[in-house]
Each structure stands twice: as structure tokens, then as C-alpha cells.
């Protein structure tokens, strides 16, 4: 309201009080209130409607507090949606300010968002000939309500019925549009619409076996579906793989497809064996066929392959013969694996050290077949170089110098001849022939490489003093014995003044005591000979004689 505040003023002396009186306008604060729809269901959009009182002035601002964590500032009373994503209570507050800044207090009101039923059934098999289709509802609701729930529903045949879990009959074969509603204690209603398939009443079972011209008793049989029915699809199949023998053990199928393939694996067996099979195909609780055949499961063979024992990696291609079909099918076995040949020769060196899988397949004439597998270790082998082929001077010695590989080696050498010792990597040679020595090395897991080396043995060479070049095929030549193992040596002959007569860088072919092509005289002439590898020259004399 408006006030008039006067103020009057007094000094000491009593002279006459002055009086001032100023009116003054006390606003009336807004007063905040709204307005929200009655039944709201999860998931909600809620509308609100404010309807705040001014009293003085105009609402410029409404500030919202949904109490869901959201808020929101508006600058207008128009009505609007706010989104609730779950059930629940909410505390939903409105404070509201005017143009003059007069702010309200908080005006709170709880709202209630109820849950919606989840609508779900289950949809019937059925065909034309069972007496009803059984409908089974599954709904539920977030706060355990079920049992307060009403039904409605529509079987889109112009029926309906408000039983949770009816049974209705059809009478076309068709395809329904079946439609749940479902409401809750607190009002909420939800819909679910499904496809229900009234199928014919003449389904035909049938089944073709795809590998029939490869039926062996360790592979699957393979059969696939090709049932039909004259409407809507096959519900079931019950197929009996061993009708006779096993008539109670059956495989059923609640969702079958066309062309779906179904395995089976028939016991082992080296004989062949026949089997009733049968297939029923419903497309409804009573309507239904099927089918009976026989098929015959070849015999298979049998495949054993035993244990191998290690071998060396360094040793010949060998034939194996620890794998066999062990019951006398006639047919072909093939190997195969790193290192073996399809014929079972195996070979170490191809395959190398390490541990490997050979296979060995048996195929019977039947085309049945099998195979077995076994390990074999191939064990490494040392590698050995025995060394360069060495020369020595007769009388002398040389220290052999393999080059070897490998771990807890042994070591023999063959001959032993002009050896110090024939078990040691290094001995020392002092043959007085020519010889080939071989180096055996052997691993501490029995493994053995070998290489050879040759020793040259030069002996001193034995120089004559005469010949007789008067060509009687008996000493023509002056012949050194021994000379041609050096094949850098030289020869000089001169005469007594000093005039060379004769000259050779190597002694491949002997002087015949010519000089240019002509006969020498008879005479003595001086030579020097000059061996090289580490021996001194030779000189003296030889003669010519006829």
C-alpha cells in the first residue's frame, strides 16, 4: 500500500517544529504458481502452464527447477514441454521476478511420472487344423504392478479379448496383425503390434543329402531342408538320424529356415552300415509330415602311424615305414610334411634340426579316407671343414686346421698314419707319402660330419749324373725323380765355359740333351737346379754319353 512517513524536527531553544511528510509505495511481490497435466507416463513430456500472480507490475522472468538436475531461466508464461527420461517423484520448483525487481518466493509441487508397461507376447505356431492359437503374454513394469494390468486385445480378425493369456481360432490361413494394449494401475497404456502367421495345414516334408556320393563314416552327413507348406512358413523340424537302431534320440529345430543344412556325424566304422533317417516338418500343433529315406555310410579305413626316433640331420634319405592302414583297405597312402617325399622318403638335411609333423593320408578306394600324423626330431649335425690341402717336405711336419661347429665334440682322424694323435681337433702330420686324411666329428647326441684333406709329401729330388740320348727307348732323358711335384721349380744347364744349353721353369717334360732342337756332344755339363718350396738349389754335373 502507500504510506505517508512524516518528520518533524525540534531544536533547544522551543522555537516552532518544522514538518516534512513524503508518501511512500510498498510493491505487492509477485506470487509464483503453476500448472502441469494430471496423469503423465514414463517416458513423459510434461507440459507446464504458469499461473504466477504480478500483483504490481509484469513478470519479466520465470526461472525453473524440474528437479532433474535441469533448469531453465524463460522470459515468457507461454506453456512448454520439459522431457523426463525415467519414472519417478520430482520436486519441481517456479520462482519468478517482475520488471520492478520483485522476486517471489519459491513455489515447489511435486509431479509424479508413472512407468509404462513393457508389452511383449510371445507369438503362437499354429496352422489352420489346431483347434486355437495360444497367446502368451510377457509384459512387465519397472515398479512390479503386473498383476493390476488390463488387456486388450485386437487378433486382427475383427475379435478381440481382454484376457492376459488367450486362445483364439482362426479360420483363413493368413497373416494377422495381432495388437496388445496393455494399461497400469496409474493409467498408462502401451501398444504392441505383431505379424501372426496362420500357416496351411498340408505342410511336405523334405530333406536332401548333399555329399550322398561321399557318405564315410568319419566325415558329417550333410542334409539340408526343403520342406514346404502351401501358406506361411514351416514352424518345426524333428529329424530322427538313426530311425531304427536309436528311434527315441531325436534333433528338433524350432526355427527352421529353408535350405538350412544340418550335420551329423555317424559312428566309426570299418564296415558299411545303413541308416533310416526321417524328418518331420509341422507347420502347427497337428499339422504335420514326413519323410523316411536310407543311406548307406561307406567303411572307413584306419590309419596308424607310430612313433619315429630321432635321426641326425647329416645322414642319407631314408624310406618310412612306420605309418600303414592297419586293416587291409585296398587304396593309396601319400606323405606329406617338410622334407618327406609323397613316396615317405625323408630327407633331414631338406627338412633341418627341430621337431617335425609328418602326415600320412590313406585314401581307400571307396574314397573314403584317414590319416595320422607323427613327430619327428631331427637332431643337428656338427659341420666340419677338414682344412686346405697342405704340402710338406718329406722329413717335415705340418698341424692340421679344420674348421668344425658344434658342442661336446668328438674327433678321429683316418689314417692315423704320420699322425701324433688321431682324437684331437689339431694333430700334427709328418707323413713320409702322399695321404688323405679324414676327419670324422661326431656330437654328443651322436650326430657325425666328416670332411677330408690331402697332404702332398715332397720328397727330395733324386738327380742322376749321365743318360744316354741315343733314342734305344732306354735312358734318352735326364730324368728327376721326384721334380715334377714342384711344379715352380726351375732348371739351368750350362756347359763348361758357361754357355747355357738348356732352361725350364718347371720339369714337366725331361732334357733330351738337345740345345736348339740339335744333339749336345758327348760331354759333361753343370746344371743348377731349383726346387722352391723351402729346399735349396741343387748343382752339379751330368754327362752325356752314346
Known sequence: GTYNV?????????????????????????????????????????????????????????????????????????????PYVTSGTYSVKLRVITDKTCESDVFTKSIIVNPSPLVDFLLPEVCL?????????????????????????????????????????YNLAAIYHVTLTVKSNSGCTTT?????????STPKADFVVENINSLCSNKDVIFTNKSTVDFGSVTKLVWYFDLNNTPAVAVT???????????????????????????????GGICVDEKTTTITVQAVPQVQFTALSPVCEGITPFQI?????????????VFSGLGISSSGIFNPAIAGPGVHTLKYTFTAQNGCDDSATSQITVLPAPIVNAGRDTVILEGG??????????????????????L????????????????????????????????????????????????????DGINDTWT???????????????????????RSIGYAQAWDGKMNGNDLPVGTYYYIVDPKNGRKMYSGSVSIIK
Open 321 to 333: 615305414r612306420q605309418a600303414s592302414e592297419i586293416h587291409g583297405f585296398p587304396g593309396t597312402g
Open 192 to 200: 504392441s503390434v505383431k505379424d501372426v502367421t496362420v500357416n496351411g
Open 397 to 418: 711336419r705340418s698341424k692340421l686346421n679344420p674348421v668344425v661347429s658344434g658342442t661336446n665334440l668328438t674327433y678321429k682322424w683316418s689314417p692315423a698314419t704320420g
Open 480 to 502: 728327376i725323380k721326384y721334380l715334377n711335384s714342384y711344379p715352380g721349380c726351375s732348371v739351368t744347364i750350362f756347359t763348361r765355359w758357361g754357355v747355357k744349353v738348356y
Open 129 to 169: 487344423q489346431d483347434a486355437f492359437a495360444q497367446f502368451t503374454d510377457k509384459s512387465s513394469i519397472s515398479d512390479g504392478s503386473e498383476a493390476q494390468f488390463t488387456y486388450l486385445w485386437d487378433f486382427g480378425d475383427q475379435t478381440t479379448s481382454t484376457l492376459q493369456n488367450p486362445k483364439h481360432k
Open 6 to 82: 512524516t518528520l518533524t524536527i525540534t531544536n533547544e531553544s522551543s522555537c516552532s517544529p518544522v514538518t516534512f511528510t513524503q508518501s511512500i509505495k510498498v510493491l505487492k511481490r509477485p506470487v509464483a504458481n503453476f500448472l502441469q497435466q494430471t496423469i503423465t507416463c514414463a517416458p513423459p513430456v510434461v507440459q507446464f502452464t504458469s499461473t504466477s500472480i504480478a500483483n504490481d507490475g509484469t513478470i519479466v522472468k520465470w526461472i525453473w527447477d524440474f528437479g532433474d538436475g535441469k533448469t531453465e531461466e524463460r522470459t515468457s508464461e507461454a506453456a512448454f514441454d520439459h
Open 253 to 283: 529345430d524350432e526355427d527352421p529356415v529353408p535350405d538350412k543344412t544340418y550335420n551329423h556325424l555317424y559312428p566309426l566304422s570299418v564296415t558299411n552300415k545303413s541308416y533310416s533317417i526321417m524328418l518331420q516338418a509341422y507347420s
Open 420 to 471: 701324433d694323435r688321431d682324437d684331437i681337433p689339431n694333430p700334427v702330420a709328418t707323413p713320409t707319402e702322399d695321404i688323405t686324411y679324414i676327419l670324422t666329428v661326431t656330437s654328443d647326441q651322436g650326430c657325425s660330419a666328416l670332411d677330408e684333406v690331402f697332404v702332398k709329401v715332397l720328397k727330395s729330388p733324386e738327380i742322376p749324373n749321365t743318360f744316354t740320348p741315343n733314342n
